[in-house]
């Protein structure tokens, strides 16, 4: 890849994006564009991303409302859904509408993001 990823990361909790962030850096991948509502997300989908990392439960629009925005808008973009729920019927809402997967917000999330990154062949 020429220009490093473009990774939105939408959550409300600031300590998740620090987290996520930290778990990234490791990864050499800088390029990450921090957001924190479902309108943020969608008032910034003209940028192109090459993945999104998505909560699934913030303030005002949930996530899965702003996952039928991005598939409406930017269908190719890959979104793996992040919550703190570990609600089998909230991971099957999503992957059917159109999430790739969905992961919980646990000790696992150092792990499933470096599968998230190297499945999408991000990583530098």
């Given at each position: 890849?020429?220009?490093?990823?473009?990774?939105?990361?939408v959550d409300d909790d600031e300590l998740i994006h620090k987290l996520i962030?930290?778990?990234?850096?490791?990864l050499s991948l800088?390029?990450?564009?921090?957001?924190y509502s479902g309108e943020e997300c969608i008032s910034h989908l003209h940028k192109s991303p090459d993945l999104i990392l998505l909560d699934f439960e913030m303030r005002g629009i949930n996530g899965?409302?702003?996952?039928?925005?991005?598939?409406?808008?930017?269908?190719?973009v890959p979104?793996?859904?992040?919550?703190?729920q570990k609600?089998?019927?909230?991971?099957?809402?999503?992957?059917?509408k159109?999430?790739?997967d969905y992961f919980t917000k646990?000790?696992?999330?150092?792990?499933?993001l470096e599968k998230v990154i190297s499945s999408s062949k991000l990583s530098a």
């Open positions: 890849m020429d220009t490093p990823p473009l990774i939105f990361v962030r930290s778990i990234l850096n490791k800088h390029n990450i564009n921090h957001l899965l409302e702003t996952l039928d925005k991005i598939k409406s808008n930017n269908p190719g979104v793996y859904m992040i919550s703190g609600e089998f019927n909230t991971a099957i809402k999503a992957i059917q159109g999430a790739e646990d000790c696992n999330l150092s792990k499933n």
